[in-house]
T-cell receptor, first 111, second 112 residues
Framework: RKEVEQDPGPFNVPEGATVAFNCTYSNSASQSFFWYRQDCRKEPKLLMSVYSSGNEDGRFTAQLNRASQYISLLIRDSKLSDSATYLCVVNGGANAGKSTFGDGTTLTVKP | NAGVTQTPKFQVLKTGQSMTLQCAQDMNHNSMYWYRQDPGMGLRLIYYSASEGTTDKGEVPNGYNVSRLNKREFSLRLESAAPSQTSVYFC???????????FGPGTRLTVL
């Protein structure tokens, strides 16, 4: 079983739709969590950090559920420009410096 | 303010050749990382450096060596390249371990 698992998709949604991604992790000692966005053949860029209390940035909402060991990302009112691959990242645990990336979920927003 | 820079952007090697990938950051970050990304997959950590003077193995260190030359620079060396090392290599830095990481544009390496 992978340490960090994401549904690879692809998710194909119309503009204006709401879409949600989940990411599960296996190491209960993990300490920090992030969502990154990666456009085709480009470097990953931070989308948002994920906290137990949940956090929101415009149309994006991230949640962490430590008891069930998953993080989620909700995108409301999808735009064409949201088309990308979304990577969840889980840091820490047994190897303090270890960053583990999920394989990514691909989103395509269509007109 | 360039952030994280990597050289070269593209490289083609023959099996058995060696090369060094260079990475530099100008954000005064303590921690730096090297990842590889294979098609359709997420990033896998090769090595990381928590702070100047320290380096540690990540998930896939075999076939690679690293040097944290100073606080700004972190290089990745392939001593004897193999076709299995064909990949995109990303360098990243963060203020400290577990913080947000900022990535360079990547090096696309092909080993024939």
């Amino acid at each position: 079983r992978k340490e960090v698992e994401q549904d690879p998709g692809p998710f194909n949604v119309p503009e204006g739709a709401t879409v949600a991604f989940n990411c599960t992790y296996s190491n209960s000692a993990s300490q920090s969590f992030f969502w990154y966005r990666q456009d085709c053949r480009k470097e990953p860029k931070l989308l948002m950090s994920v906290y137990s209390s949940g956090n929101e940035d415009g149309r994006f909402t991230a949640q962490l559920n430590r008891a069930s060991q998953y993080i989620s990302l909700l995108i409301r009112d999808s735009k064409l420009s949201d088309s990308a691959t979304y990577l969840c990242v889980v840091n820490g645990g047994a190897n303090a410096g270890k960053s583990t990336f999920g394989d990514g979920t691909t989103l395509t927003v269509k007109p | 303010n360039a952030g994280v820079t990597q050289t070269p952007k593209f490289q083609v090697l023959k099996t058995g050749q060696s090369m060094t990938l260079q990475c530099a950051q100008d954000m005064n970050h303590n921690s730096m990382y090297w990842y590889r990304q294979d098609p359709g997959m997420g990033l896998r950590l090769i090595y990381y450096s928590a702070s100047e003077g320290t380096t540690d193995k990540g998930e896939v260190p075999n076939g690679y060596n690293v040097s944290r030359l100073n606080k700004r620079e972190f290089s990745l060396r392939l001593e004897s390249a193999a076709p299995s090392q064909t990949s995109v290599y990303f360098c990243a830095s963060s203020g400290r371990l577990l913080d947000t990481q900022y990535f360079g544009p990547g090096t696309r390496l092909t080993v024939l």
